[in-house]
């Protein structure tokens, strides 16, 4: 079986940069009520996070998608919608490997205070792709033929 196109590099790199801004943007407001940080020094952390995060969303959507072409033949924009949720959760749980430390050493939380935090992160950013995801691949749909 032949493997689907794939989203070129700048493409990849428009994705994941609208997604960090935009996700930076809507979330910062939330952690810093939630965790009681000053909005400050809650965005420059999420602006941290967000730099880790865009590495890791340009490796792990590239490979999913690789992975996903190889297994069903299908682009990533063709995706079903129980697979964009499997997709969502599981960038987000390998993104907490990353960012439990940073949330640690940056805010001074315990272990499970920032495990608390890191997770309240993952969830609101999971429904974000989720959502952000659907709208990106419709309005920029991989053609069919590079």
Do not use: K
């Not at 428009?14 to 940080?37: D, M, Y």
């Not at 000053?38 to 967000?50: D, K, Q």
């Not at 969830?123 to 659907?134: D, H, I, T």
């Amino acid at each position: 079986m032949n493997s689907p196109p794939l989203r070129s590099l700048p493409d990849r790199i428009r994705q994941v940069l609208l997604f960090e801004l935009v996700g930076v943007f809507l979330i910062t407001p939330l952690f810093a009520l939630v965790s009681g940080e000053p909005l400050l020094e809650s965005a420059v952390l999420l602006a941290i996070l967000s730099l880790i995060a865009a590495v890791w969303n340009g490796i792990y959507c590239t490979g999913f998608d690789w992975i996903e072409g190889r297994l069903t033949g299908r682009r990533a924009d063709q995706r079903p919608q129980w697979l964009r949720l499997a997709h969502a959760l599981g960038f987000e749980g390998g993104l907490l490997l990353f960012t439990l430390p940073v949330i640690m050493a940056w805010t001074g939380m315990d272990f499970w205070t920032a495990l608390l935090a890191d997770i309240g992160l993952a969830l609101a950013y999971a429904g974000y792709a989720y959502l952000f995801n659907l709208a990106y691949d419709r309005l920029f749909p991989i053609p069919h033929n590079p």
